[in-house]
């Protein structure tokens, strides 16, 4: 069964800091990788999208990288700023089916 | 559309009571998610269409719990004789196609209160 855990649950840092967000899956038989941000009260807005045969996606100050083999992946977040304050999550599309299984998020703050 | 679209926004019911939860997903996609977020928890699968059909039900926690899609667009989630358990935001999302390469593309959600 698919697990997806994201470490750390929360996070608060100084406007400006560069950071990594991680999540970790325990099957690596996955279609692809999603990195989601939530803003309280809202939906879902898909932030990068890394598929099984890829290593890593980029756009703007994000960059998430994709390591099947060992089930991680990662959210860098350069030169944070306070608009970047809102839940992260991670998901993953289970192999063989179309399923998508989330991790429980992690909370960001950024200080102005 | 321009983006999924889920109503009510806010559903408050007496428990015991039936509700009924839309969702119009984005203009030719073909696949439909519902997922439920309880309070301070994850997402949790309930059930996906492809047109249609639903090939996985897997998550539906209930048989007070079903879906429907006509038309291959619009889906209703429908909870029978609601339990306070059942509180929660109910979340669609749709996508292009089955396959595993496409974005899902979620609704702000229905925030269901069971009284």
């Known amino acids: 069964k698919q697990e997806v855990t994201q470490i750390p649950a929360a996070l608060s840092v100084p406007e400006g800091e560069n950071l990594v967000l991680n999540c970790s899956f325990t099957?690596?038989?996955?279609?692809?990788l999603q990195w989601f941000r939530q803003d309280p009260g809202k939906g879902l807005t898909s932030l990068l999208l890394?598929?099984?045969?890829?290593r890593e996606q980029t756009s703007g100050r994000l960059n998430a990288s994709l390591d099947k083999s060992s089930g991680r992946s990662t959210l860098y977040i350069a030169a944070s700023q306070p608009g970047d304050s809102a839940t992260y999550l991670c998901?993953?599309?289970?192999?063989?089916?179309?399923?998508?299984?989330f991790g429980a998020g992690t909370r960001l703050f950024v200080k102005a | 559309g321009a983006g999924v679209s889920q109503s009510p926004s806010n559903k408050v019911t007496e428990k015991g009571k039936d509700v009924e939860l839309r969702c119009d997903p984005i203009?030719?996609?073909?696949?439909l998610y519902w997922y439920r977020q309880s309070l301070g928890q994850g997402l949790e699968f309930l059930i996906y269409?492809?047109?249609?059909?639903?090939?996985?039900k897997s998550g539906l926690p209930s048989d007070r719990f079903s879906a429907e899609r006509t038309g291959g667009s619009v889906s209703t989630l429908t909870i029978q004789r609601t339990q306070q358990e059942d509180s929660a935001v109910y979340l669609c999302?749709?996508?292009?196609?089955?396959?595993?390469?496409?974005?899902?593309?979620f609704g702000s959600g229905t925030q269901l209160s069971v009284l």
């Open positions: 999302a749709s996508s292009l196609a089955p396959g595993g390469g496409e974005k899902l593309f």
């Open positions: 099957d690596s038989a996955i279609y692809n």
């Open positions: 890394i598929q099984s045969s890829q």
């Open positions: 998901a993953v599309r289970v192999g063989g089916g179309f399923k998508t299984i």
């Open positions: 203009s030719g996609h073909t696949a």
């Open positions: 269409f492809q047109g249609n059909s639903a090939p996985d």
